[in-house]
């Protein structure tokens, strides 16, 4: 499938508070892919805000969904806490 876009479209950036989040097979904690053996990762966009804006942003809208927990044992490398 192609999409033409005409040329007086704007060029835009992506959303900086979506971020793509690796999530184990049954999509209930937060994983990567080198901790989990078998491959079996769910990848979900979330919407995700600073610890501030979160609480102000919850408050009025009841539908932001907070990210899950780490899965038992998983512990950030250096790459994964930036």
């Known amino acids: 499938v192609v999409t033409l876009i005409p040329n007086t479209v704007k060029k835009t950036f992506a959303c900086p508070y979506h971020k793509l989040i690796h ?26 805000l600073p610890p501030l804006m979160e609480w102000y942003y919850r408050k009025y809208h009841p539908e932001y969904i907070t990210l899950p927990p ?6 950030l490398s250096d790459n994964e806490a930036n």
């Open 23 to 48: 999530l184990s097979s049954d999509g209930l904690y937060r994983t990567s892919i080198e901790h989990e053996k078998d491959g079996g990762i769910l990848s979900k966009s979330y919407f995700v």
């Open 70 to 75: 780490y899965k038992a044992g998983f512990e």
